[in-house]
């Protein structure tokens, strides 16, 4: 795990070369790699052109921030001014919001500059990408694999280094998941600790917007900057606004590794995780072994309260205030359903579908109630475990990438695999997945999680292995390279 952000920003800093030619660099580099990556959906180079400019002026008027001038993306549900932001769906072609959502807004006064808008599942709902309207980005890995998702195209895009860092967003695993199968790093910050405001939502009580990075300390330094409180959000929530301190030691500290993590988990993936958590007690770390017994209804919990607030939040796709429209119809409704019909993809009306249908009069106090019920259990739970331990051990995803088009046919299973990383949002803890070896030749990540608003402690360990180079998976060749 080298850092890309301090090692450009020293070069930006010093003066060696300029935003503007670093990010001329960039986009020779994505011409070269995304027809074949396919990981940006719009480029926005004249953005990406006069933020370097900007940056160029701040870095003479000595800006201090690490981001200042470094060229990144944002994932396509996130909302830019002007510029087409569209969730990869149909429904959503043409759209050109006419705000900018907070992370960017803050990102901006960084100095960084947009590169462009990366490719993702359909309005974030997958693990592969695959669903996506303009077709799936590849692991820069191996071509033959998907990137994970949803937020795929960023971790191809920081992996194949065509981008300094990517902004993704997590509902129940979109930025680890796709981490862990890109062997780059994705953390997913408390619930509340960063604004949403601006993220075209999915699942709203789940959704939260993170970093997609090349190191720990990268992760680090742009979560210090789009975190915090902010008034057009509700629900985000005063964090500390001092810079994440990444100093601290393996000493002492108590890994929590739940025993629910690991049941039917392939023994290749166990070795790794274990072979982490051993490293770590090398160090002078502790294990605890403990049991979360209410994980078990981690997974359903989910999907129902996933499915059942997006086809709520789904609803203000219609036709008449965004994008796409369906050319022929007889009435108003038949124009909505038309638009609805022929606007969205197969798993997007799978899901608003079955969401409508756990909060129907008769099914909701048996599907939609319970699972808020259960929800409450496991946040009960997870208080109780990090009385116990300082952070949790356990894999990000239980597979590697899977084989392109893997999803078509094993939809379970694709369900299935994102059993790790949705306790962490049903939650609304913070969680991180980093590069910790590999099995076949593909990445397998390992899940710090913490508690509440414990998002240093999350990054400190995390760090700890990126420091003391505890794992060694290599970085791809090509791309940008200084
Ligand atoms: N794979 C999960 C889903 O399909 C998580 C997606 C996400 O975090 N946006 O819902």
Redesign the pocket.
């Known amino acids: 795990m080298t850092s890309t952000i301090s090692r450009l920003s020293a070069l930006l800093h010093s003066g060696i070369i300029s935003s503007v030619e670093l990010t001329r660099l960039y986009i020779a580099e994505i011409e070269k790699q995304n027809g074949t990556l396919n990981a940006y959906v719009h480029k926005t180079y004249d953005e990406a052109i006069a933020n370097a400019r900007a940056a160029d002026k701040l870095l003479k008027e000595g800006c201090t921030s690490p981001l200042c001038g470094i060229p990144m993306t944002l994932k396509d549900n996130i909302a830019t001014d002007g510029m087409e932001t569209t969730c990869c769906s149909k429904i959503l072609r043409g759209y050109r919001p006419i705000y900018d959502a907070t992370v960017w807004t803050k990102l901006k006064a960084h100095g960084a500059v947009l590169l462009g808008k990366t490719n993702m599942?359909e309005f974030?709902?997958?693990?592969t990408s695959e669903t996506s309207v303009y077709g799936r980005p590849k692991n820069p890995r191996d071509l033959t694999k998907v990137t994970g998702?949803?937020?795929g195209g960023g971790a191809a895009a920081v992996c194949a280094h065509i981008a300094g860092y990517a902004i993704g967003?997590?509902?129940?695993?979109?930025?680890r998941?796709p981490s862990s199968f890109c062997g780059v790093v994705g953390f997913k910050p408390t619930y509340g600790a960063v604004s949403r405001y601006g993220l075209i939502a999915?699942?709203s009580s789940?959704?939260q917007i993170g970093p997609l990075t090349t190191s720990v300390s990268d992760a680090a330094l742009v979560y210090d900057a789009i975190k915090g409180i902010d008034p057009m959000d509700m629900t985000s929530t005063d964090v500390s606004m001092e810079p994440t301190s990444l100093e601290s030691g393996a000493k002492g500290l108590r890994i929590g590794i739940a025993k629910e993590f690991f049941e039917g988990l392939s023994p290749e993936m166990t070795a790794v995780i274990y072979g982490a958590a051993r490293k770590y007690q090398e160090a002078g770390a502790e294990i605890i072994e403990l049991s979360v017994p209410s994980l078990k209804a981690a997974l359903p919990v989910?999907?129902i309260i996933?499915c059942a607030e997006a086809s709520s939040n789904l609803g203000r796709y219609d036709g008449i205030r965004y994008g796409f429209r369906a050319a022929n119809y007889s009435s108003v409704d038949d124009m909505v359903i038309k638009t609805r019909t022929e606007g969205f993809g197969r798993e997007v009306q799978k899901?608003i579908m079955l969401g409508t249908y756990v909060l129907s009069s008769g099914y909701m106090d048996a599907y939609y109630k319970k699972a808020c019920l259960l929800r409450e259990r496991i946040q009960a739970e997870m208080n109780g475990v990090f009385e116990k331990c300082d952070v949790l051990f356990a894999p990000t995803v239980p597979v590697t990438a899977f084989q392109e088009g893997y999803s078509g046919g094993n939809a379970i299973e694709?369900?299935l695999s994102?059993v790790c990383?949705?306790p962490v949002?049903i939650a609304g803890l913070p969680g991180i997945s980093i590069p910790a070896g590999k099995i076949n030749g593909m990445p397998a990540g390992l899940q710090i999680i913490g508690n509440r608003f414990c998002d240093a402690k999350v990054l400190q360990t995390a760090y700890i292995a990126e420091r003391d180079a505890f794992f060694d998976v290599e970085d791809v060749e090509g791309g940008v390279r200084l």
Not at 124 to 127: E, F, L, P, V
Not at 169 to 175: A, P, Q, R, Y
């Open positions: 599942d974030a709902m997958g693990s998702g949803s937020s967003s997590d509902t129940g695993g979109s930025i998941q999915y699942g789940l959704d989910y999907y996933a899901r694709t369900y994102d990383t949705v949002n």
